[in-house]
């Protein structure tokens, strides 16, 4: 079956512009979560969608970052006004619950680069 | 912020050799993740251990967990090339993924 899918694969965009970036989940999966990776680093969790629950936007790493969810499906994370240090490759996975003890499936990923 | 680390960071191997990494972590776990990452097929599960397990195989790998020690083990056996690859543990707390930075293995024919 489809996997997790993201888009667009690359963005390229200027300092202080926004940029949305999207996620597509495995179909049945209740659970989405966003990461960011930077060049030779691990992944940095950055918030996690849970069903109807509340999200957990801890690790938001500041107030230009939000992301959305419609019901179980599609992901949009949002970067208003970027910043050079926002270029990472952006990370997106579903698993088929969020209670823990499920595997995640990782998307492609997007790899934004800000100029 | 990044809560596992991975040793050693980086590990060359030649192919039929065993490689060996490690993971430490710092809070209680509900499981315990293994990821792979290569350039070809992006980050793939490898192996989940609960935090009442101590060891679990799938095919060529063994991973082992020290819930004591707050450490975790994985063993690749008889490493081919396409195992060259970065591999990261990630402590699961109730479904958010905590990762660590890596070990990037290099596996040479």
């Known amino acids: 079956g489809a996997g997790v899918s993201q888009s667009p694969s690359n963005k390229v965009t200027e300092k202080g512009k926004d940029v949305e970036l999207r996620c597509d989940p495995i179909?049945?999966?209740?659970?989405l979560y966003w990461y960011r990776q930077r060049l030779g680093q691990g992944l940095e969790f950055l918030i996690y969608f849970q069903g109807n629950s509340a999200p957990d936007k801890s690790g938001l790493p500041s107030d230009r970052f939000s992301a959305e969810r419609t019901g179980e499906s599609v992901s949009t994370l949002t970067i208003q006004r970027t910043q050079q240090e926002d270029s990472a490759v952006y990370l997106c996975?579903?698993?088929?619950?969020?209670?823990?003890?499920?595997?995640?499936?990782f998307g492609p990923g997007t790899r934004l680069t800000v100029t | 912020s990044q809560q596992g680390e991975e040793d050693p960071q980086a590990l060359s191997i030649q192919e039929g050799e065993n490689a060996t990494m490690n993971c430490s972590y710092k809070?209680?776990?509900?499981?315990l993740q293994w990821y792979r990452q290569n350039s070809g097929r992006g980050l793939v599960h490898l192996i989940l251990?609960?935090?009442?397990?101590r060891e679990k195989h799938s095919g060529r790998l063994r991973v082992t967990l020290d819930t004591s020690k707050k450490s975790s083990s994985l063993l690749i056996t008889a490493s081919r090339a396409a195992d060259t690859a970065s591999y990261f543990c990630?402590?699961?707390?109730?479904?958010?993924?905590?990762f660590g930075a890596g070990t990037q293995v290099v596996v040479t024919p």
């Open positions: 996975a579903s698993s088929l619950e969020g209670t823990g003890n499920y595997e995640q499936y």
């Open positions: 809070t209680s776990i509900n499981n």
């Open positions: 990630a402590e699961d707390s109730w479904g958010k993924l905590q």
């Open positions: 251990i609960r935090s009442n397990e």
């Open positions: 179909s049945g999966h209740t659970a």
